[in-house]
Structures are given as structure tokens and as C-alpha cells.
T-cell receptor
């Protein structure tokens, strides 16, 4: 069974801090994704990666960056956290092709920026 | 890019009734259409998916239909049970689309 593990379930940070959200998958999937989930807005793609060191912007990349140094790990970075980045963050992975295969989600990180 | 519209945003049914959730998509290149169920406080989980070479797919009480010409697809849940209460998301992707685009979700409540 696919396991996608996010490092924290809950996180509280202050405005201006640099925040790291970590995600690890154990199925050797090529693709990894970061989504943001807000009530009434569904799942919005922030960034995705289709290979090590490769990344593509999603629909809402502003204020975020990502890092994928190893195939199993995909990190989301908030360069300077702001209150409007308070949200639920979901990581997912899938085999190729990235839009044509089931995505497997982690449990999510609920991030609060004070 | 792809745009997915999902309706209704909330749906309340009595236990044993059927529930139908509908989605439309804009990009005719999309060829993969999954449905996810997200229970309160839990991760989204795939419950059924369909590809564009198939018009209908069933799995016990759940079925999905796809109309490529009209660019819409629907989730049908029969004999609903309280444990079906959750938020359901549709999505479209594949083909020339490198990502899945999700609908905004439907909160389904099944009343005992």
C-alpha cells in the first residue's frame, strides 16, 4: 500500500518565518505534488515535481518554493510566511504520467501563521 | 488550462436514497477522471476512476458515467449509508494535461 507521510499534522509559525513542510513517499513514484486546501476552494496545486531536481509551478505558486533532492522526498518552503498562508497543505504522489494516474495523498499539515 | 466545475456544493439525502454529483470539464484533451472521498479530518482517498475510452464504471454501490461529447461526468451512489457522509471531489487530467484539476467539492450528508 502506498504511504505518503507528511512530517507534521499541525504547525504554528509566526509571520516572516521561513517554514519547511516535508513529504516522503515509499512507492518510488516519479511525481510528487503540493496542494493547498481551503474551504469552498477545493484542492489547488502549488507546485509539482516529475523527477529529482525538476519542478513545475502549479496554479498558486506565489510565496512558495519547493525542493526535491531525492526521489522519495518533496519539500514545500514558505520563504516568508504570511497570515494568508494559513491553510491545510496536502502532499501527494503518483506514477507517470502526472495527470493520468491516481494520486495518493498524505494526511495533511494544518499550518497556522500568527 | 483545464477548468472543472462541480455541483452541487452540498447534498443532503436520507439513508437508502441515491446521490448524484456532477462535474463538467473544459479541455477535451483530458482523458482521466478520478473521484476522491475525504472524510472529516482525513486524507482524500480515491474511490473510483474512469478513462475516456470507457463510458461507465461500477464498483458495488458506486458508479461513474462519462459523456465525452458533453464533457461531463457524474458520480452515482446508491443505497446511501451514514458512512458515505464526506466531501467528494472530482478531477480531470491526463492527455496533454500534466496535472489533475480538481472540482471544489461536494459535502454529502446522509441522514439516518
Amino acid at each position: 500500500d502506498v504511504k505518503v507521510t507528511q512530517s507534521s499534522r499541525y504547525l504554528v509559525k509566526r509571520t516572516g518565518e521561513k517554514v519547511f513542510l516535508e513529504c516522503v513517499q515509499d512507492m518510488d513514484h516519479e511525481n510528487m505534488f503540493w496542494y493547498r486546501q481551503d474551504p469552498g476552494l477545493g484542492l489547488r496545486l502549488i507546485y509539482f515535481s516529475y523527477d529529482v531536481k525538476m519542478k513545475e509551478k502549479g496554479d498558486i505558486p506565489e510565496g512558495y518554493s519547493v525542493s526535491r533532492e531525492k526521489k522519495e522526498r518533496f519539500s514545500l518552503i514558505l520563504e516568508s510566511a504570511s497570515t494568508n498562508q494559513t491553510s491545510m497543505y496536502l502532499c501527494a504522489s503518483s506514477p507517470h504520467p502526472p495527470g493520468g494516474q491516481p494520486q495518493h495523498f498524505g494526511d495533511g499539515t494544518r499550518l497556522s501563521i500568527l | 488550462g483545464e477548468n472543472v466545475e462541480q455541483h452541487p456544493s452540498t447534498l443532503s439525502v436520507q439513508e437508502g436514497d441515491s446521490a448524484v454529483i456532477k462535474c463538467t470539464y473544459s479541455d477535451s484533451a483530458s482523458n482521466y477522471f478520478p473521484w476522491y472521498k475525504q472524510e472529516l479530518g482525513k486524507r482524500p482517498q480515491l474511490i473510483i476512476d474512469i478513462r475516456s475510452n470507457v463510458g461507465e464504471k461500477k464498483d458495488q454501490r458506486i458508479a461513474v458515467t462519462l459523456n465525452k461529447t458533453a464533457k461531463h461526468f457524474s458520480l452515482h451512489i446508491t443505497e446511501t449509508q451514514p458512512e458515505d457522509s464526506a466531501v467528494y471531489f472530482c478531477a480531470a487530467g491526463g492527455g496533454s494535461n500534466y496535472k489533475l484539476t480538481f472540482g471544489k467539492g461536494t459535502l454529502l450528508t446522509v441522514n439516518p
